[in-house]
């Protein structure tokens, strides 16, 4: 079982920057996949940034040279550093995790959302 708790999220004016914060909590065998989609009004959540364990991070086309994913793996964190925002940037922000459970079993893991604002 795995807690997602992210922070960060809050009002900035088009060009400026944020940084998300997700932290982990609970037990787990791995945390094979962690990363962050949003959601914004009238719209599907959408994938923003993905880094798997040891792996390379994949990013929505959208983003790619705003937005910079990292992991620290000792703290059980992902984070999403945004720069450059734009008003579409405007969304919900949700981390994301795919863990293998002590027992092996596959599952993926939600939190609770925060919001990004990006005013014109």
């Known amino acids: 079982q795995v807690q997602l708790v992210e922070s960060g999220g809050g009002l900035v004016q088009a060009g400026g920057s944020l940084r998300l914060s997700c932290a982990a909590s609970?037990?787990?065998?791995?945390?094979?996949?962690m990363g962050w989609y949003r959601q914004a009004p009238g719209k599907q959540r959408e994938l923003v940034a993905v880094m798997p364990s040891g792996g390379n991070a994949n990013y929505a086309d959208s983003v790619k040279g705003r937005f910079t994913i990292s992991r620290d793996n000792a703290k059980n964190t992902v984070e999403l550093q945004m720069n450059s925002l734009k008003p579409e940037d405007t969304a919900v922000y949700y981390c994301n995790a795919v863990a293998l459970s002590t027992s092996l079993r596959s599952n993926e893991y939600w939190g609770q959302g925060t919001q990004v604002t990006v005013s014109s």
């Open positions: 609970g037990r787990w065998s791995r945390l094979n996949v």
